[in-house]
């Protein structure tokens, strides 16, 4: 049966729409190819012959008929490179494996670049390897920042463990040092010392003295930066009791009085760093109340809309100036009220114990309106 001339139009435009279409579609995939930098590539391994898109050949800086089998692409290789190509074309002929790996080649214009070479192969009906299709994208930018990369992660590694081995040292001989200055200080025979020389004496065991202490200070944040504890399911209210309980004292004395908000019951923790944190944000409660007034503190531990777990401690005490001293508030040795016993060591530590953890502490506070300090936990650090 003939077909009319409408018919025979009919078909005529829809294959000029498909032709259309196709070529719509290949200026696509080769646009998107030389952005990507991004090309394909066939094997067959009856004939052991390549064909290449334009792109891969861009990325070889060669035509397609420099690159026709094995030996003419292993020609853009190092040696290593080669051993690898060679046992991967194998293994995808005889194995049917697929393969992707990151090697470095050498260009037809003597240009070095790192390329992702990948293939998958094809199955004919008898299960046999019929063709190896793959891709080469040129990825040099991005290997060479990682190289760069992996090399100042090596260097600061090697030089983080040159510094912590120069602080053990130093601090293991100056301890050595201390100790020995008061050693040799409790052989003095004080009474045989004249009036000046023994108040240049006592000067001397003071100094000894605030050594060590010192010394003592810097073995915690060593500790603490060097040995990252194991956490432990624990009980809030039951850590918070025992801390108390070594605090009844000064508790008691400074008739202290304390508010506790407890949503939640159970923290993954290092127990020692949780004791401690309490006990200096407590002991700090008491020692920098509000003259001629109680202590008044309160403890909060709830879960944020964020889903993290956040212990708040606050009180009514005199409060810090945090727009002068913001910057200097966890610092060690960094004080900010007169007390006979205030070091500047606690906050330090509370900082670098939570930090080392993968949590984090903030602070708010003004003059003679208390302070509040929010502590963050990461469980799953």
């Known amino acids: 049966m003939l077909r009319s001339v409408s018919d025979l139009q009919r078909e005529i435009d829809d294959r000029i729409s498909v032709e259309e279409k196709l070529a719509e579609s290949e200026f696509l995939l080769t646009a998107a190819g030389n952005v990507g930098k991004l090309g394909g590539w066939e094997y067959d391994p ?16 060669t035509d397609e008929e420099s690159v026709r089998n094995e030996s003419d692409l292993l020609r853009f290789f190092a040696e290593p490179y080669q051993l690898i190509i060679r046992a991967a074309l194998h293994e995808s002929t005889a194995l049917g494996h697929s393969w992707d790996h990151e090697l470095q080649l050498t ?6 670049k790192w390329v992702r070479f990948s293939a998958t192969p094809l199955l004919n009906a008898e299960g046999q390897v019929s063709k190896i299709r793959g891709i080469i994208m040129d990825i040099d930018r991005y290997k060479t920042l990682e190289l760069k990369l992996v090399k100042s992660i090596d260097q600061m590694a090697q030089k983080n463990s040159q510094l912590q081995s120069f602080t053990h040292i130093l601090s293991h001989n100056l301890r050595n040092h201390s100790s020995n200055i008061a050693l040799l200080a409790d052989f003095v025979d004080e009474s045989t010392l004249t009036k000046d020389n023994e108040e240049l004496f006592q000067k001397i065991k003071t100094v000894s003295k605030h050594l060590n202490g010192t010394l003592d200070d810097l073995s915690q944040v060593i ?6 504890l194991e956490g432990e399911q624990l009980n809030i209210r039951e850590v918070t ?3 108390l309980s070594v605090l009844d004292e000064s ?17 993954f923790f290092p127990r020692i760093y949780l004791e401690s944190i309490l006990m200096n944000l407590l002991s700090n409660g008491i020692k920098y109340k509000k003259d001629h007034e109680h202590p008044l503190m309160r403890l909060r531990f709830y879960r944020s809309k964020t889903g993290l777990k956040v212990l708040e401690y606050s009180d009514q005490g005199k409060g810090i100036d945090l727009s002068l001293h913001a910057d200097k508030i966890f610092g060690l040795y960094k004080t900010f009220h007169k007390h006979e016993d205030a070091h500047g060591v606690g906050l330090f530590l509370i900082k670098n114990q939570i930090e080392a953890q993968g949590g984090n502490i903030q602070v708010f506070s003004k003059v003679d309106a208390g302070i509040t300090f929010k502590i963050t936990f990461n469980e799953n650090a």
């Open 46 to 61: 009856a004939t052991g012959q390549f064909s290449w898109t334009a792109t891969c050949r861009n990325i070889l800086q």
């Open 223 to 228: 500790k603490i930066r060097d040995n990252q």
């Open 251 to 267: 508790l008691h004395t400074s008739q202290a009085e304390i508010a506790m908000d407890f949503q939640e019951e159970e923290i």
């Open 241 to 243: 009791r025992q801390v």
């Open 107 to 112: 260009t037809r214009d003597g240009i070095r």
